[in-house]
């Protein structure tokens, strides 16, 4: 079940969709062929249906008075929320509404708040408001960011609170002053082991990973970096719609896996690095620490994908989005090992529980490699970015690609009101604040414990063991359904299931006789007899339901073997 390029699989999708609501209509199971036409479809889109099968089947069992509850684990959003930095912003945005208002005694009215004496007001208001967590963290976490980041108290009090009342454009559009050294020092912690490389890093704060993702892709085309035809690396088992982003209309780029190895514990053999000694490979794509296979790389391939840069393609972007580094003991990075040729995009949203509120930041070294490149381009390229910028500087050709990036997000025109809203920069600022003031880590400790009883609940009802090392992240389960077969009935059984029926099969079936939701493994470019299990989104005793599951469904291929065996 590998992924077809990118052109078949949106006639798939188009096609896939329509047919797939008509087939589950019908009674009975699905054809070969049938089941063949879904795995044309992007991972996420089977979920749906699949979804739709579980709470059909689900349905119809409990009006037969049976028990049935659809448990979808194809989802990554984390069902743990990050509480403290969420009642520290109510209480920040309560006291920015209050100040407000004070100006005027005009009901449902007020003026936005004067800088000046605005640090006294909010420990005014504080000391009224109790000391109840969020109260107690706003006013520790604003007298940590004052005297470790020698701040003003009133002009980093004015932004945070201004940010949270939204009342006004994000300025700088890129980012907030204040929380732009912020949330610097809080990823130098997390992607840098708080050892960060000289120099300075720039930041573009972003509506989450996705959107991040979108605009680099967008202004690395538009500044002529990359071209229809350009080769670019992608690590993979990976975050399937990244897959599908190189081969959209908008950019025609020829995709190279680098295939991680499931015999290395997925890590990436030299034999796959050796692939970017090719000067046709311009750029390199990875999720570290991956999805869906939920391991980061280890130290020796990152020193090794940067001695590669260094010795013999100078010129190679590196692409990564780390928005599962903080689920790792200790997270080795290329943003610490080759910062100069590094676009590193960070989400908040797992480790704090905040996908809806779409949060995520592009991390650009001051040095870097794409400069050079667009300083290098020939002068009718040059002439042309020119005019596409002038209407932002009377010195276009400086504007930095950090700069660009914004400005190329709302189509140049209006970049003047890009920017994430003030809102999303407050809350991001406070994150940020709490994960550096937590000395000994227990918020992440949490997390980890939580992670490890689910994939712990999942594995134990499958007899398998449990990944251990400090490079997991337990946020995902990729079972190899092949090798469980293998290992529980044999490699007669293993190589008969293989056979016999299409991969897709194994989920519907889960979908159908049991409500439980899966993703397939190889939409990600994993084993073909694989799924995806997200451990993040279920209470954990949901997941000793779908491990037994699991089991159950493999029990019934081999109940209808055994006769045609014997």
Not at 148 to 162: G, H, K, Q, S, T
Not at 311 to 328: E, G
Not at 458 to 486: S, V
């Amino acid at each position: 079940m590998n992924r077809r390029d990118f052109g078949a699989v949106s006639l798939g999708i188009l096609a896939g969709a329509w047919t797939g609501r008509r087939l589950l209509a019908q009674e009975g199971p699905l054809s070969r062929g049938q089941e063949k036409r879904y795995e044309e479809l992007s991972p996420f889109e089977i979920k749906n249906n699949l979804i739709e099968m579980a709470e059909t089947s689900c349905k119809k069992r409990r009006a037969g008075g049976e028990m049935c509850r659809v448990l979808n684990a194809g989802r990554g959003n984390p069902n743990f929320v990050n509480t403290t930095a969420r009642m520290a912003y109510a209480h920040l945005s309560l006291f920015a509404a209050t100040a407000a208002g004070a100006y005027l005694r005009t009901a449902d009215l007020g003026l936005r708040p004067e800088p000046k004496g605005l640090a006294k007001k909010l420990d005014s208001y504080l000391e009224k408001a109790g000391s109840d967590d969020g109260a107690t963290f706003l006013k520790e976490a604003i007298q940590h960011a004052e005297e470790r980041f020698r701040l003003d108290p009133d002009e980093f009090v004015f932004e945070i609170a201004d940010n949270a009342l939204g009342d006004f454009y994000p300025s700088p559009p890129r980012i907030s002053v204040h929380t732009e050294t912020i949330v610097n020092a809080y990823l130098s912690r997390v992607l840098c082991n708080n050892q960060p490389p000289p120099g300075k890093f720039d930041l573009f704060a972003t509506e989450g990973a996705t959107a991040a993702m979108i605009y680099v892709f967008k202004s690395l085309r538009e500044n002529k970096i990359l071209h229809p035809g350009d080769h670019i690396g992608i690590v993979t088992p990976i975050f399937s719609p990244y897959l599908e982003i190189p081969g959209l209309s908008d950019y025609q780029l020829v995709r190279i896996d680098v295939k991680g190895s499931e015999a290395l514990g997925w890590q990436i053999p030299d034999s796959e690095l050796d692939k970017l000694k090719d000067s046709r490979v311009k750029a390199l794509f990875m999720v570290n620490p991956t999805n869906p296979t939920s391991v980061a790389l280890q130290k020796s391939t990152i020193e090794k994908i940067a001695s590669l840069i260094r010795t013999t393609r100078k010129d190679l972007i590196i692409l990564t989005d780390t928005v599962y580094a903080t689920f790792v003991d200790r997270f080795d990075s290329l943003v610490q090992e080759i910062p100069e040729n590094t676009i590193c995009v960070y989400s908040f949203s797992k480790y704090f529980g905040v996908t809806g509120w779409r949060l995520g930041v592009i991390m650009l070294h001051e040095d870097n490699v794409i400069d050079k490149l667009i300083a290098q381009l020939p002068e009718k390229n040059k002439a042309e970015l020119a005019k596409r910028y002038e209407i932002s500087s009377i010195t276009p050709g400086k504007i930095k690609f950090i700069d660009r990036l914004e400005l190329d997000s709302r189509d140049v025109a209006l970049g003047h009101t890009g920017g994430l809203s003030g809102p999303q920069q407050c809350i991001m600022c406070l994150f940020c604040l709490f994960e550096m003031m937590d000395a000994e880590k227990k918020y992440k400790k949490s997390i980890r414990g939580i992670l490890t009883k689910r994939i712990k609940n999942l594995y134990d009802p499958l007899g398998m063991d449990i990944p251990t090392g400090p490079d997991k992240t337990h946020y995902y389960a990729l079972i190899n359904l092949e090798e469980l077969a293998r290992a529980k009935h044999g490699d007669a059984f293993a190589k008969h299931l293989a056979k016999d029926f299409e991969p897709v099969d194994f989920l519907f079936r889960l979908a159908k006789q049991r409500g439980a939701v899966c993703l397939p493994g190889a939409g990600f470019e994993g084993p073909e007899w694989s799924l995806r299990v997200s451990l993040a989104n279920l209470n954990d005793d949901d997941y000793i339901e779908i491990g037994k599951s699991i089991s159950h469904i493999m029990q019934g291929y081999v109940d209808e073997w055994k006769p045609k065996k014997g």
